[in-house]
């Protein structure tokens, strides 16, 4: 069933585990997602990028998004938009149907200037506002991620100061914060090892401890599947992700959400590639497709047991948006 983010993060935050959020762009992604959170009794957030909304030509995703709630009722599923960047790209999501928007306030429309504080709290709460009376949930950015995102150019970290997120969630009471410590999105995310600032998370989890905080930029980008790859006529070097540890040392502190969509990008590469290189005389669309799907959901499997949601979805109580809206009102 679809139901509202707050739902799933609030329930994560209080028993301690992080829910996966799987980017997804089309049926075989979705399903991977949907099939890995019933396997494995998770609840999940199918999330969808800006870049995955154009692509999809908006209502496909929405489709098939729902089409998977449909199929598994006993899976919490929250249909969530990824790095939203305007008001306006977050009142199509909440016209579509999602059930939590992210409004990403890091960077201007544009993706080219920084936006202050003051501009991202701005930005922040006219979502808030325009999101409550439909019972949709709202994560912030404070801070920077870095990496490579849609019209976002190449984005220097910059970590997030404790006594911002403080002020910042005082303001503008989101239901989730994404916060930076050093993480970025894509393949190569580390020059050497993977060094998190975990001070730094503490001290935002000690100064909002009722507030869920997310981590983007959570690949694990496994050599093993890079070397699949690899193997079979891919070109991916200088690859490092984060270590499974330390995602698992800041979900027992805070971190309720992590976001994972790289990993699936390789790991559904290599499928077909290996694909492609052991059967070149094959060419039926199923083929290949069918094992990267399997190859997705096994890989999110993994990561549902290593976030500690498997096993939590049936203990969440579900409720649609018409039920959150009374929650928000409260
Ligand atoms: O945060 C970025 C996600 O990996 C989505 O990437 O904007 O290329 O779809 P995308
Ligand atoms: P990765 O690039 O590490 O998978 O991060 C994905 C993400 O943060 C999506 O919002
Ligand atoms: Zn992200």
């Known amino acids: 069933m679809l139901v509202p983010g707050k739902i799933v993060l609030d329930h994560a935050f209080a028993n301690h585990y992080a829910v996966g959020a799987f980017n997804a762009n089309n049926m075989e992604q979705v399903q991977a997602i949907v099939d890995a959170a019933a396997e494995t009794q998770s609840p999940v ?12 030509r908006l209502i496909y995703l929405k489709h098939i998004i729902q089409a998977a709630a449909e199929e598994h009722p006993e899976v919490p599923i929250v249909m969530h938009l990824d790095h939203g960047n305007s008001l306006e790209v977050v009142k199509t999501a909440i ?21 202050s504080f003051e501009e991202n709290l701005a930005l922040t709460k006219s979502v808030l506002e325009y999101a409550r009376p439909f019972g949709v949930s709202v994560e912030a950015e404070l801070g920077t991620i870095g990496g ?34 050093g993480t970025s999105h894509g393949a190569t995310k580390f020059s050497g090892e993977c060094v998190l600032a975990h001070d730094v ?37 200088n690859t490092k992700g984060v270590d499974i540890p330390q995602l698992q040392q800041t979900i027992q502190h805070g971190v309720s959400k992590v976001n994972v969509d790289t ?46 949601s ?21």
């Open 148 to 181: 490579v995102e849609d019209g976002a150019g190449v984005k220097r970290i910059h970590v997030t100061d404790p006594a911002q997120a403080e002020e910042f969630v005082k303001q503008a009471p989101v239901d989730s914060l994404a916060i930076a410590i």
């Open 45 to 56: 957030f199918i999330q969808v990028s800006r870049g995955a909304l154009k692509y999809s």
């Open 310 to 330: 498997a096993g939590q979805g049936p203990k969440i109580k579900q409720i649609n948006l018409e039920q959150a809206k009374q929650f928000y009102a409260r």
């Open 201 to 237: 998370q503490q001290e935002i989890h000690r100064r909002l401890p009722h507030t869920p905080l997310v981590m983007h930029g959570s690949s694990s980008v496994p050599e093993e599947l890079v070397a699949i790859v690899n193997t079979y006529g891919g070109k991916m070097p």
């Open 263 to 308: 990993d699936g990008r390789i790991v559904m590469t290599g499928a077909i590639r290996k694909f492609f290189v052991e059967h070149p005389d094959k060419f039926d669309v199923r083929e290949y497709m069918g094992p990267a799907r399997d190859a997705l959901r096994d890989m999110i499997k993994g990561r549902m047991i290593a976030f500690g």
């Open 95 to 115: 016209g579509l149907g999602f059930t939590s928007v992210m409004i990403d306030g890091s960077l201007d429309e544009s993706g080219k200037k920084a936006l």
